[in-house]
């Protein structure tokens, strides 16, 4: 399996194998890697010629240096884990050097104001972070397409906005949420769960899954109300917030309007670590 460090070796490596009728996946990863992130990978071998998978903990897109310090990396056990999946699949691991040639700060964007719901509002600075990386790793790459879960749902819609915004040649998609057998949604965060921790939070998605009932007859707030007070007084949950909003424009919604598609979010802590996961409403 080829395995690429700096962004010139993986930058000649692609021109050597591109042809005219050549295509490449890639799918951006931070590591730690599980069933979802390798569905993503599954996806991106069967639609391109050439899948192409990065590691790299960004370090612009947290906002909170403990996060960074304790984020989950193992590259060995991640390369085992691609070449059980293909050895075709090209590796880059770039050092946050070889990305951000000694300034690692972003960028500035503007995302119509995608950025501000949310995971915008709870971490600043985050899409900042997400954009520059992600547009970093688009010009090195140029990919055709490029895979990302819905379970950053929020920032599968800002990366859709950034191709649209700066003209991109590339396809976003999309990929469904894998989930644990509790349902709990896959995650390297996870890794950093207790086992106990583990069980237990598979009441995120179960609450979820409830609120989506709910949704169909009841009023938003009767929602809301419902999961803010499933969380309140748990002794293991904190939650940091619960939002239905459009999917487009992921502006929070009190009222249902029967034209759009609904989605729930949300982000609990567990004993400090934080979780998120989403559910369409529609
Ligand atoms: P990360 O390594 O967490 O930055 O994730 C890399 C990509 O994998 C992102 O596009 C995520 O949305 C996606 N991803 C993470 N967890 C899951 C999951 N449980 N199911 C599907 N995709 C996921």
């Keep these: 399996m080829p395995i690429f460090y700096a962004k010139e070796q993986l930058i000649a490596h692609l021109e050597l ?20 992130h390798l569905a993503l990978m599954q996806q991106s ?18 906002n909170n240096p403990e996060d960074l310090a304790k984020y989950p990396r193992n590259l060995e056990a991640d390369l085992s884990k691609i070449t059980a999946l293909s050895t075709n699949i090209i ?53 055709t397409r490029a895979y990302f879960g819905e379970k950053d749902f929020q920032q599968l819609q800002i990366v859709k906005k950034l191709a649209v915004k700066y003209n991109l040649p590339v396809t976003i998609i999309g990929c469904p949420i894998f989930r644990e057998a509790n349902q709990l949604a896959m995650s390297s965060r996870n890794e950093r ?30 929602v809301n109300q419902f999961v803010q007070q499933t969380f309140e007084n748990h002794p293991l949950f904190e939650l940091e917030y619960f939002v239905i909003a459009d999917e487009e424009k992921l502006i929070t919604c009190h009222n249902k309007d029967k034209n759009k598609n609904y989605r729930a979010f949300i982000a ?15």
């Design 17 to 36: 194998i591109s042809t005219a009728d050549s295509s490449i996946g890639f799918v951006p990863t931070m590591g730690a890697l599980h069933s979802g």
């Design 193 to 222: 769960l207790s086992e106990e921790e583990r069980n237990q939070a598979g009441l995120i998605y179960q609450t979820l899954a409830q609120a989506k009932i709910k949704f169909q007859n009841e009023d938003i707030e009767k």
């Design 45 to 62: 071998l069967t639609e391109n010629t050439h899948t192409i998978v990065s590691i790299f903990v960004n370090p612009t897109q947290f």
């Design 91 to 143: 590796v880059y691991a770039p050092t946050v050097e070889d990305i951000y040639s000694g300034n690692p700060v972003s960028q500035s964007f503007d995302f119509d104001g995608l950025e501000n719901q949310m995971e915008g509002q709870f971490r600043p600075g985050h899409f900042n972070g997400v954009g520059t990386i992600v547009k970093r790793l688009f010009e090195i790459v140029n990919p």
């Design 268 to 282: 609990v802590f567990v004993n400090n670590i934080r979780l998120i996961d989403t559910i369409s409403l529609n």
